[in-house]
Antibody, heavy 120, light 108 residues
Framework: QITLKESGPTLVRPTQTLTLTCTFS??????????VSWIRQPPGEALEWLAV???????RYSPSLKNRLTISRDDSKKQVVLTMTNMDPVDTATYSC????????????WGQGTPVTVSS | SYVLTQPPSVSVAPGQTARITCGGN??????VHWYQQRPGQAPVVAIY???DRPSELRARFSGSKSGNTATLTISRVEAGDEADYYC???????????FGSGSKVTVL
């Protein structure tokens, strides 16, 4: 059974750095063609892809946010970590991680998401 | 940046057919994927590679593509199909994963 679960702070102050952790199970990150992405959804708005790290440790970022994002992985812990710098109230959203397939470039399993509010 | 356009809402009576469109420039050259997001739940993939369906999803869901529009069709709509539906493609020119704005399906 494939599961992903996000964890991190629910409240972040403006200008602070957000660090989120995705802990996954049921698949191996060394499997060719697999990756883990971060995706967010502001309240009442659409989904927005943020970043992906692939099985070969290649990392890609949203063109509009790449200057603020860093994605990394810890295979021993089966975790993927996302950091986002200089948080702003417009970054308030539910942040989700999802297993990503390179073939077709889609998200086949999702976590439930973790809400993050940016407020002073 | 690449844009996918969806109708904000689609209303359909139980037992009827719902069609949700997703428009994008040259979408015919891209693989289109569809996600269902029920209220308060995580998205699940409903259709991938334009028309393939996960084995656990009922055959009432199907996907198609013509010209600059992809379509998700839900046949014999049930109350449990009420959800937001998002289309998604990968834009190779910008290496960006693009979602549509989402369509809320309401079962009357």
């Amino acid at each position: 059974q494939i599961t992903l679960k996000e964890s991190g702070p629910t409240l972040v102050r403006p200008t602070q750095t957000l660090t989120l952790t995705c802990t996954f199970s049921g698949f191996s990150f060394t499997t060719r063609g697999l990756g883990v992405s971060w995706i967010r959804q502001p309240p009442g708005e659409a989904l927005e892809w943020l970043a992906v790290v692939w099985w070969d440790d290649d990392k890609r970022y949203s063109p509009s946010l790449k200057n603020r994002l860093t994605i990394s992985r810890d295979d021993s812990k089966k975790q993927v970590v996302l950091t986002m710098t200089n948080m702003d109230p417009v970054d308030t959203a539910t942040y989700s991680c999802a297993r990503t397939r390179m073939a077709g470039r889609f998200f086949d399993f999702w976590g439930q998401g973790t809400p993050v509010t940016v407020s002073s | 940046s690449y844009v996918l356009t969806q109708p904000p809402s689609v209303s359909v009576a139980p037992g009827q057919t719902a069609r949700i469109t997703c428009g994008g420039n040259n979408i015919g050259s891209k693989s289109v994927h569809w996600y269902q997001q029920r209220p308060g739940q995580a998205p699940v993939v409903a259709i991938y590679y334009d028309m393939d369906r996960p084995s656990e999803l009922r055959a009432r869901f199907s996907g198609s593509k013509s010209g600059n529009t992809a379509t998700l069709t839900i046949s014999r709509v049930e109350a449990g199909d009420e959800a937001d539906y998002y289309c998604q493609v990968w834009d190779s020119s910008s290496d960006d994963y693009v979602f549509g704005s989402g369509s809320k399906v309401t079962v009357l």
